[in-house]
T-cell receptor, first 113, second 114 residues
């Protein structure tokens, strides 16, 4: 089955700095890679995703990059703000297959004012 | 707004007790899931259902059972609760008509087994 590893487990940055979270996956059949944000006490919510036919996708201050050859993808947050503080989960799944996502263990991002 | 709801939101129980966590959704989605979240372990899939008559085991199904009573309802049961089942439980849905990939999570049920 799929195995997703996520690093780092904790990331502390100053407001305005950039943050990068990296994930690797094992199953070459995976072709859809979402990122979920979970604020303290809240439910996880999708913030951005990328498909295997695209190398990069941006949405304002967040971006995701994908390297299919190396089987890794990353979340980039620029100009971090305190409201970016949350736990971020990456996931991988084979769209058109089982549609069952495998999640990484999560990264706790802390943005200091 | 269409939503995913879970009851109860918090539950304290004793070892050996049978408990049920319930999930309802008004999104009209066909697929429903139960996850468990533990600190440092992320979200792990317990069971999932693609339709009313479809039940599938996930990564960590031992000690749990589920029932899909209707398209909108998916219940998780702990037959005989044990302390290491203390965790935050999330129900989620997805919609095959929209590709089935995005998970829409409920608010979570925090369970403590003493």
């Amino acid at each position: 089955g799929e195995n997703v590893e996520q690093h780092p487990s904790t990331l502390s940055v100053q407001e305005g700095d950039s943050a990068v979270i990296k994930c690797t996956y094992s199953d070459s059949a995976s072709n859809y890679f979402p990122w979920y944000k979970q604020e303290l006490g809240k439910r996880p919510q999708l913030i951005i995703d990328i498909r295997s036919n695209v190398g990069e996708k941006k949405d304002q201050r967040i971006a995701v990059t994908l390297n299919k050859t190396a089987k890794h993808f990353s979340l980039h947050i620029t100009e971090t703000q305190p409201e970016d503080s949350a736990v971020y989960f990456c996931a991988a799944l084979a769209s058109g297959g089982s549609y069952i996502p495998t999640f990484g263990r999560g990264t706790s991002l802390i943005v200091h004012p | 707004d269409a939503d995913v709801t879970q009851t109860p939101r918090n539950r304290i129980t004793k070892t050996g007790k049978r408990i049920m966590l319930e999930c309802s959704q008004t999104k009209g989605h066909d697929r429903m899931y139960w996850y468990r979240q533990d600190p440092g372990l992320g979200l792990r899939l317990i069971y999932y259902s693609f339709d009313v008559k479809d039940i599938n085991k996930g990564e960590i199904s031992d000690g749990y059972s589920v029932s899909r009573q209707a398209q909108a309802k998916f219940s998780l049961s702990l037959e005989s609760a044990i302390p290491n089942q203390t965790a935050l439980y999330f129900c989620a849905t997805s919609d095959y008509r929209q590709g089935g990939e995005t998970q829409y999570f409920g608010p979570g049920t925090r369970l403590l087994v003493l």
